[in-house]
């Protein structure tokens, strides 16, 4: 580990670190909302029972795990450091950003590999009721990484994701990174406490509703354009640089210091970018498991699941 690692890890730990928790419960909770009969029968075998068969109640264990001893090893696999210069450059090189021991782009990759081999065990009756760890922790990481790859602090290197950057918030002294994690939804959601973690919330109920009727400045089908499990790291590529590019478009060309980024603007003007990668996380989600469930027999056309 380089001491720019142990840096990361070591302000990490202290402060926040992905989509708040129950931010990342819902993306899981909108995501069920698009699984086919199958991959809800299929996935809820891999779980363990507590989660109750619910991929959006697991979504958020793999910020609890990074930070146990045992899952340490896990903590870096949460995001990608770019080495550009937002707000001037935004540039991602998976090859060249991606830490030794990992990042979230080839997290996203080797545990949709596992995950795919797991779901061919549980249909061949090798075993079900969550009693394969391997299995099941491929399934609650892939859930929450697809997440955490569209928080656009989580494919930046600027001041630790964000983290060491210091803003104010609502009056609150807060860093950049937690701002998008969770003020900016709360925010957006108009609410002043978390959301559930045990179902859908409306304002996410909200967000699939507008995923079924086009309402997006961008088509939602479009966001599949690359959606093929067996190609992970391309996609997962694909949609770091989406949220990468977000951090020149927006997240620090639009910040300025010493101003309540609650009150003067900023929050309001991310709000549609907040909604736009949460939506396009659950949707991308709910459509890889139902691929990798599915296989080749997945044939689900756009028109049935958006009200084109
Ligand atoms: C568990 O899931 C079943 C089927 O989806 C549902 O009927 C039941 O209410 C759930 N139980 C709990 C405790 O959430
Ligand atoms: C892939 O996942 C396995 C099981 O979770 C882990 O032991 C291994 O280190 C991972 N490899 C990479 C390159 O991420
Ligand atoms: C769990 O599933 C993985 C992936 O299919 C498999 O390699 C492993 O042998 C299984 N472990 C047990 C204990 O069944
Ligand atoms: C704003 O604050 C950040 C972090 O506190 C600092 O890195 C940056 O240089 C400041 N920008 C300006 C324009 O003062
Ligand atoms: C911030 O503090 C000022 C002065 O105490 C108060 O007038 C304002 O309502 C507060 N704003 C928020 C968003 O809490
Ligand atoms: C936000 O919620 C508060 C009550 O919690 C309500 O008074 C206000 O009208 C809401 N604002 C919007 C824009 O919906
Ligand atoms: C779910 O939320 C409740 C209430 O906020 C909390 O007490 C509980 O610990 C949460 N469960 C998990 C698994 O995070």
């Not at 931010?23 to 363990?48: C, D, R, W, Y």
């Not at 979230?104 to 090798?126: D, F, P, W, Y």
């Not at 003020?183 to 304002?203: E, G, L, R, T, W």
């Not at 603007?265 to 939506?279: C, D, H, K, N």
Request: glycine share 8%; with cysteine.
């Amino acid at each position: 580990m380089s001491p720019r690692h142990l840096l990361v890890g070591a302000v990490l730990l202290a402060s926040s670190m992905a989509w708040n928790t129950d931010v990342h419960n819902q993306i899981g909770f909108m995501a069920e909302t698009f699984f086919l009969p199958e991959t809800s029968s299929v996935l809820a075998k891999i779980l363990e029972p507590q989660y109750n068969g619910s991929v959006g109640r697991a979504a958020a264990w793999a910020d609890a795990y990074a930070h146990t001893d045992e899952g340490r090893f896990s903590y870096q696999w949460h995001w990608i450091d770019t080495h550009d210069h937002a707000p001037e450059h935004c540039y991602l090189d998976y090859a060249h950003d991606c830490a030794k021991g990992g990042c979230v782009v080839s997290a996203i990759a080797n545990q949709t590999g596992i995950l795919h081999e797991c779901i061919s065990g549980v249909k061949s009756g090798s075993w079900s009721g969550g009693t394969n760890l391997t299995c099941s922790y491929a399934l609650k990481w892939v859930a929450h990484f697809l997440g955490d790859i569209h928080q656009p602090l989580h494919a930046n290197g600027r001041a630790v994701g964000g983290n060491t950057y210091k803003v104010t918030f609502g009056n609150v002294s807060t860093q950049l990174h937690a701002v998008w994690d969770g003020y900016i939804p709360y925010f957006a959601a108009n609410v002043s406490k978390p959301f559930s973690n045990q179902s859908i919330d409306p304002f996410f109920t909200g967000l699939v509703s507008r995923i079924r009727k086009n309402q997006f400045y961008e088509a939602p089908y479009m966001w599949l354009a690359c959606s093929d499990p067996s190609k992970p790291e391309e996609c997962a590529t694909r949609w770091a640089k989406e949220s990468n590019r977000w951090d020149c478009d927006y997240v620090y060309s639009r910040v300025r210091n010493g101003s309540d980024l609650g009150t003067d603007g900023y929050a309001t003007g991310a709000v549609p970018i907040v909604e736009l990668q949460i939506s396009k996380a659950a949707f991308r989600l709910g459509t890889w498991l139902n691929k990798l469930v599915e296989g080749n027999r997945y044939s689900r056309e756009a028109q049935d699941i958006l009200e084109l």
